[in-house]
């Protein structure tokens, strides 16, 4: 009798071991497939009707969805953020809204925009006052462009871009054309490579030629006209924040910081704009010679303008202040 019973626990016991196998593998296929708490919030903001829907269900997973990024912190899930972003990008309306949610948004992939535009006017050929000045803006036409490629050339999936601008229609028409257009480097189509891969020497070389090609074309001088830039052509230039993208623009103006006009009434003052601004009285100035200065149709709240090289001439070359 007790083997008969021995038997049967013998028996028993491969049918024991194969159900804990089963039993393990529905666990493991269960743990594996059910779905994780990022997929749960995704399928959540599907169901957001509104704006107000969509911060209120970021607000209450943000704590919960964090990750490492590629340079180690910690940020709120990527995926999740790009869902709700293509959510957002559905239901926004207007700028105001837009504004609105990119102040509870963190901010996207930053872009860097920048644009340098140089005084293309009598300065460059001024040797009393500006010698070797064509040499001294290609140097540091140079160092910018150089600092712009160490800024992105280790960076993926940016929309950085770099523009050498001239400052009218005049010279951005007809011969000026070719070299503005040749100066324009635009990193948004370079997407899932390295940034290194699209500085090439070939982009080296066509940067270098096309400047030096701009400062032949600009003599004999075609002038320097920074409100037409400014009013007309500046806005078509200027990147602005997306529900996606972050952008900075910088704007770089390479000038000796003079003004010079025909218009009698401005011709007799004896004030210079580059030493009241260096006093840092330029406001009172204005006041006080009633100078016109037009407000500029622009959100330049994203936007940081730098002016390089501003010299006090040795010599008038033309009525100035």
């Given at each position: 009798m007790d083997q008969i019973k021995k038997k049967k626990r013998k028996d028993r016991k491969p049918l024991a071991m194969l159900l804990a196998v089963l039993i393990f593998f529905v666990a493991f296929i269960y743990f594996i497939s059910r779905p994780s708490a990022q997929t749960r919030a995704i399928e959540l903001v599907n169901a957001c009707n509104s704006i107000?829907?969509?911060?209120?269900?970021?607000?209450?997973?943000?704590?919960?969805?964090?990750?490492?990024?590629?340079?180690?912190?910690k940020v709120v899930s990527i995926a999740f953020q790009d869902a709700i972003r293509n959510k957002l990008n559905q239901l926004i309306q207007d700028e105001n809204e837009l504004n609105y949610c990119l102040k509870w948004l963190p901010p996207g992939k930053t872009s860097l925009n920048l644009i340098v535009v140089p005084d293309l006017s009598r300065r460059i050929i001024d040797s009393f006052n500006n010698p070797g000045q064509i040499s001294n803006d290609t140097l540091l036409l140079n160092v910018i462009w150089d600092e712009f490629v160490k800024f992105s050339r280790f960076r993926q999936d940016t929309k950085d871009r770099f523009i050498v601008d001239v400052t009218d229609i005049g010279q951005a028409q007809g011969k000026f054309r070719l070299v503005a257009d040749s100066l324009y480097f635009d990193l948004a189509a370079h997407t899932g490579r390295s940034n290194r891969l699209y500085f090439t020497p070939a982009i080296a070389d066509r940067f270098e030629r096309y400047v030096k090609k701009m400062y032949d074309l600009a003599k004999p001088p075609m002038g320097a006209d920074y409100f037409f830039y400014f009013s007309r052509t500046l806005k078509s230039r200027l990147k602005y924040p997306t529900i996606f993208e972050n952008v900075t623009n910088k704007i770089i103006l390479i000038t000796d910081g003079y003004m010079e006009t025909k218009s009698a009434d401005r011709t007799n003052t004896k004030h210079s704009a580059f030493k009241h601004t260096k006093g840092g009285n330029l406001k009172e100035l204005i006041q006080r010679t009633g100078i016109s200065i037009p407000k500029l149709p622009l959100d330049l709240s994203n936007t940081q303008i730098l002016i390089c090289e501003v010299n006090e001439r040795k010599k008038s070359a033309g009525k100035r202040f």
């Open positions: 107000d829907d969509a911060k209120s269900l970021y607000d209450r997973h943000k704590f919960d969805l964090i990750e490492t990024d590629e340079n180690g912190g």
